[in-house]
């Protein structure tokens, strides 16, 4: 497995953009597909967007495309995810996953992060 190391995360107002970042430590981050999820206050983890291991597909959810970019740096063992046009309801803490395969399904997912908390005020 892998270990992930979220950092990025803060407080900024709607509208405005924060980059995410997260950071994997060992030589076989290329061997993995890569997600972002959030787990807003009360609710379930969702979700958010992935990215497979060259860069070659991607995959959003709805709630975030045309807002949200995932990217990742396999020199530097690291996926962003750039967030723009931010709303309160993104609030919540941003987590990133190692899988296998490209897949929203979060029990793909066999590595995590610790989590970043984003927090977008109105």
């Known amino acids: 497995q892998v270990q992930l190391v979220e950092s990025g995360g803060g407080l900024v107002q709607a509208g405005g953009s924060l980059r995410l970042s997260c950071v994997a430590s060992g030589r076989t981050f290329n061997r993995y597909a890569m997600g972002w999820f959030r787990q807003p206050p009360g609710k379930e983890r969702e979700f958010v967007a992935g990215?497979?291991?060259?860069?070659?597909?991607?995959y959003y959810a709805d709630s975030v495309k045309g807002r949200f970019t995932i990217s990742r740096d396999n020199a530097k063992n690291t996926v962003y995810l750039q967030m723009n046009s931010l709303k309160p309801e993104d609030t919540a803490v941003y987590y990133c996953?190692?899988?296998?395969?490209?897949?929203?399904?979060?029990?793909?997912?066999?590595?995590w992060g610790q989590g970043t908390q984003v927090t977008v005020s109105s």
């Open positions: 990215i497979t291991q060259y860069s070659d597909n991607y």
């Open positions: 996953a190692a899988s296998s395969l490209l897949t929203s399904q979060i029990t793909n997912y066999r590595s």
